[in-house]
């Protein structure tokens, strides 16, 4: 049973920059995805980007794209996504994800009800 814990999340001002992390613990199986999703109160939650097996970079949402970077350190088995040029609309609770089930498929499309386990969400906040 995989676990994930996520911090790095805050408040900063538009044009500001904050790194989210997100531990995994437990075994993720030979192949596996990991994603960031985000949500808004009312709103669906949606995919922000994923990566296959560590290595693979999935598809980023249009609106992050060229602002932030997904990346899996192997060793500590940690998940980040480095966003920068942030904007208030990127305000929402952020969330750490995984799947070993069709983990490809899933990376290539990321879906929420195709993701098994969860993190607890961190919350970010962009003032303007």
């Known amino acids: 049973q995989v676990q994930l814990a996520e911090s790095g999340g805050g408040s900063v001002q538009t044009g500001g920059s904050l790194r989210l992390s997100c531990v995994a613990s437990?075994?993720?199986?030979?192949?596996?995805?990991m994603g960031w999703f985000r949500q808004i109160p009312g709103k669906e939650r949606e995919a922000v980007a994923t990566?296959?097996?560590?290595?693979?970079?999935?598809p980023y949402a249009d609106s992050v794209k060229g602002r932030f970077r997904i990346s899996h350190t192997h060793a500590n088995n940690t998940l980040s996504l480095q966003m920068s040029s942030l904007r208030p609309e990127d305000t929402a609770m952020y969330y750490c994800?995984?799947?070993?089930?069709?983990?490809?498929?899933?990376?290539?499309?990321?879906?929420?009800?195709?993701?098994?386990?969860w993190g607890q969400g961190t919350q970010v906040t962009v003032s303007s």
């Open positions: 994800a995984a799947t070993m089930r069709r983990a490809r498929s899933n990376c290539i499309i990321p879906r929420p009800t195709g993701f098994d386990t």
């Open positions: 990566i296959f097996n560590g290595i693979i970079v999935g």
């Open positions: 437990g075994d993720t199986g030979s192949d596996y995805c």
